[in-house]
């Protein structure tokens, strides 16, 4: 299960264990207060990974507990290589978790090595969507070229990200192609089934 940028009334204040009992994994894409994303690692029996959004700078105060960061790390779970890169693009000069596309570009240099080493990844997860893939024409909401670059020089299973919210679009979609990647947007909640493969089982 993947989640960004809202709590889920349906999850959360009408929390049942039914609910969450073939949750695997749970993905944060940014924006939550880390209390939420506590409750999850509290209550369910699935790992919490998240990713900073651009309101996260109180994660840096309280981290939320119990809970994996992935930030920079591509974090290997039952086989699945899932890379982190959190922030959206710089619109407050010196603001946390934002990045001009030279800063992310250096990020993502920085780790050419853990790449290499695992040889890849299969799932890219990030705050921000990539340039032109889901993303607004507003700076705050413009997505990253070098994420573009990413997925097409590794061609990952899937790519989560959050950011654009369902209302400030007409031309919100909840799930994309680019190339060979599927893209999804984490928007409040959204359930993917990873299609395992036999070096996978």
């Known amino acids: 299960m993947i989640l960004a940028d809202q709590k889920s009334k349906s999850l959360y204040d009408y929390y049942e264990p039914e609910k969450m009992k073939e949750i695997d994994l749970i993905i944060s894409c940014g924006d939550l207060d880390p ?6 690692a509290t209550l369910c029996h699935a790992p919490v990974l998240y990713v900073k959004g651009n309101h996260d700078g109180r994660y840096e105060q309280k ?27 710089e619109y407050i000069p010196g603001a946390p978790n934002q990045y001009t596309e030279l800063k992310m570009r250096k990020r993502i240099w920085k780790m050419g090595w853990k790449i290499w080493k695992h040889k890849g990844f299969d799932i890219l997860v990030t705050h921000a969507p990539a340039y032109r893939v889901n993303d607004l024409e507003d700076l705050p909401h413009r997505g990253f070229a070098v994420f573009r670059r990413l997925l097409e020089k590794y061609q990952p299973k899937f790519f989560f990200h959050g950011h654009v919210h369902a209302n400030y679009s007409r ?3 909840r799930e994309d192609k680019f190339g060979n990647t599927t893209v999804v947007n984490a928007y409040e909640y959204h359930i993917v089934k990873y299609p395992l493969g036999k070096e996978k089982d």
């Open 35 to 40: 209390n939420y994303l506590i409750f999850f």
């Open 63 to 89: 981290p939320p507990e119990g809970c994996i960061c992935i930030e920079d790390e591509i974090f290997v779970y039952q086989g699945i290589r899932i890379l982190g890169l959190g922030g959206s693009m």
């Open 171 to 173: 031309n919100f979609k």
